[in-house]
């Protein structure tokens, strides 16, 4: 399948470029100007586009995207609600009119009741409106929820469900695999799950 990745640089994006390639699909990157790319698999497909201004068909002839990008923790909350919200929504829409399939969004855990006393209270509440509007689509979605990210592999040991520990770790190497799953099984069609590794 082709499938487009937002956040195809970051930490967990180009874990799951490779993913997807190793199991034979055609991934996409979507990049800005700016992004280092060379965290990417040679020959990767690149396509540019940045989430603050994305262009009609950012999402043609894909079958699936994946919205795995963040502003970051250390940004204002202004650029939080322009790429952990208002992109996210923008890329939904366009994918939408694109004709794709299926969206898969990378969460986070706290964003199905956002604790307005967290630190993180500005972000959850900017994903939280995000998934509220993937699952308000017409597109099949699948939403992931992991808990604070560490940089390991993948472990191949997670807990899914109501079992996962809010205060647990989650190696982005188990997060890539699991949305490489979410992009290609029917199981995580209208699934939302919390997930942990079972450190």
């Known amino acids: 399948m082709k499938v487009l990745i937002a956040g195809a640089t970051g930490n967990t994006g180009a874990r799951l470029v490779s993913e997807l390639a190793e199991r034979g699909h055609h991934p ?16 990767t497909e690149q396509r540019l586009g940045d989430l603050t201004d994305l262009h009609d068909d950012v999402a043609s002839d894909c079958e699936v995207v994946v919205f795995a990008a963040g502003s970051g923790g250390d940004t ?39 604790d307005p006393d967290s630190d993180l209270a500005h972000y959850l509440q900017a994903k939280h409106d995000a998934d509220e509007h993937l699952k308000a689509s017409d597109l099949e979605y699948a939403i992931l ?14 807990i899914l469900g109501d079992e ?9 190497g188990d997060v890539a695999v699991l949305l490489a799953d979410a992009v290609e099984q029917d199981e995580w069609a209208g699934a939302v799950r919390l997930m942990q590794t079972d450190y």
């Open 28 to 43: 996409i990157a979507l990049v800005r100007e700016s992004s280092d790319t060379s965290v990417l698999p040679k020959a």
């Open 76 to 114: 204002s909350a202004e650029m939080t609600d322009k790429v952990d919200r208002d992109g996210a929504i923008d890329l939904i829409d366009k994918a939408e009119k694109n004709g794709v399939r299926r969206f898969v969004m990378l969460s986070s855990v706290g964003t199905e009741n956002p």
């Open 145 to 158: 929820r992991p808990v604070a990210l560490t940089d390991d592999g993948p472990t191949g040991s997670v």
């Open 164 to 172: 996962v520990d809010a205060r647990g770790k989650a190696a982005r």
